[in-house]
C-alpha cells in the first residue's frame, strides 16, 4: 500500500486496540500504542534508504528481507522496546501484541497488490503478488479516514467503530478476492483472439469494476487490455526484440536487479550514431500509454556499458538521467 494508506491502518489499529481492556483502561499504554501502530506501519518501508545506493539496490531490496518473517519480529521488537525508554512501566505484552498486529498488517497487505513482497523470506525469495487490491484503494482509505473522524469527534467509542470497520474491510477483502478469480477463470472465454497455452494476469486499479489484463502469447510477447465490467478491450501489444544488444544487456547489474524482480518484460533496441540504447520494460504497469518501471542501458558499437538507469520516470526525465542528449 502507499505511504498515506499505512499512516491511516496504523491509526486504525489504534483505535481497534481498545477492544484490549488493558490499552482501554490505560491513557498512557493507548498513548504508546498509538505511536507503536503508526510507526510499526512505516518501518518495513523503511528500507527505503537503500535509494542512496542507487535504484538498482533499491529495486533489489525493496519489500524484500525488510519484509521478511524475521523482519515482523524483529521490527516489533525494536519498536516496543524503543517505546519502553519514553513510556516505562507499561505492560510489555500489550504493547508488543498491538506493534506486532501493525507490522504484520503491513506486510500481509502489501501482498494483496502487484508489487508484491519477499514475505515468506528465508523460506523462500519468490515475489508473492496477488494482484487484489490497488496500491492505493479509495475504499480502504475513505473508510479508515471516517472512523478516524468519528473517533477524534468522539461520536461512538473506538472499541464499538474499528471491529465494524474491519469487519467490512475482511468482507471488501473477500470479495475482491472473489472478483479476482471469477474474472481470470473467465478472460479465455471473454477474449475472442485466445489461443489454447496463453496466460494471462489481472491487475487491479484505482477503480473498483476496472481491471489491467496482461496476456502472455505463445512467443512470450504480451498483448494489454483493460477489462470493464466484464468487457475486454486490448489497447496494446509488445514485442521484445530479437538482437545481441538485449543479450549482451543482461550481464548488466541494473537488469539483473531489474529482471530479479519481475518476469512480464519486453526489450527495445534503438539504434543511434554512437551505439544501441536497449530498454527493458516491465508490462504489468502501463500508464496513459506508456510503461513508466524502466531498466535502460546505453551501450557502444563494442556492446561496452556507457550508462545506464533503473527505476520509474517519465522519458524526459529517462533521458537527462542516461545524458542521451549529449551523446
Known amino acids: ?7 491511516v491502518i496504523g491509526l486504525g489499529l489504534a483505535g481497534l486496540a481498545y477492544i484490549d481492556p488493558v490499552v482501554a483502561s490505560n491513557s498512557e499504554l493507548a498513548t504508546a500504542v498509538l505511536i507503536g501502530t503508526i510507526v510499526g506501519q512505516q518501518a518495513p518501508d523503511f528500507d527505503t534508504i537503500m535509494r542512496v545506493k542507487g535504484s538498482a539496490a533499491y529495486i533489489k531490496n525493496h519489500r524484500g528481507i525488510s519484509h521478511s518473517l524475521p523482519a515482523i519480529v524483529i521490527w516489533t521488537m525494536l519498536i516496543t522496546l524503543s517505546l519502553q525508554l519514553f513510556f516505562t512501566g507499561l505492560p510489555l505484552f500489550h504493547l ?4 506486532l498486529i501493525s507490522v504484520a498488517v503491513h506486510v500481509f497487505s502489501d501482498m494483496f497488490n502487484a508489487y508484491g513482497t519477499q514475505a515468506l523470506r528465508p523460506i523462500t525469495k519468490k515475489w508473492i503478488a496477488w494482484n487484489i487490491i490497488h496500491i492505493f484503494d479509495p475504499v480502504i482509505f475513505t473508510t479508515h479516514i471516517i472512523a478516524i473522524l468519528i473517533w477524534a469527534t468522539k461520536l461512538a467509542d473506538p472499541g464499538v467503530v474499528f471491529p ?5 474491510l475482511i468482507v471488501y477483502y473477500v470479495v475482491r478476492v472473489f472478483q479476482h478469480s471469477k474474472w481470470e477463470r473467465q478472460l479465455p472465454m471473454i477474449d475472442k ?8 494476469m489481472l491487475i487491479p486499479t484505482i477503480h473498483f ?3 489491467n489484463v496482461v496476456k502472455q502469447k505463445l512467443d512470450n510477447n504480451y498483448a494489454l487490455g483493460e477489462l470493464r465490467s466484464g468487457w475486454l478491450h ?9 538482437h545481441s544488444a538485449v543479450e549482451a544487456s543482461r550481464s548488466h547489474p541494473n537488469i539483473q536487479a531489474f529482471l530479479g524482480f519481475t518476469s512480464t518484460v519486453c526489450a527495445e533496441v534503438k539504434h543511434h550514431s554512437w551505439g544501441s540504447e536497449v530498454r527493458w520494460t516491465d508490462v504489468r504497469y502501463r500508464h496513459r500509454k506508456n510503461y513508466p518501471f524502466v531498466a535502460v ?12 538507469y533503473v527505476g520509474w520516470m517519465n522519458e524526459d526525465r529517462v533521458e537527462k538521467k542516461l545524458g542521451l542528449n549529449s551523446l
Open 1 to 7: 500500500m502507499d505511504t498515506g494508506t499505512h499512516l
Open 234 to 242: 486490448w489497447v496494446d501489444t509488445t514485442r521484445s526484440d530479437q
Open 209 to 211: 469494476l476496472r481491471w
Open 297 to 308: 542501458v546505453l551501450m557502444d558499437h563494442d556492446l561496452n556499458p556507457l550508462s545506464s
Open 164 to 168: 465494524i470497520l474491519y469487519s467490512l
Open 96 to 99: 508488543g501484541l498491538w506493534v
Open 193 to 200: 483472439t485466445f489461443i489454447e497455452g496463453e496466460r494471462y
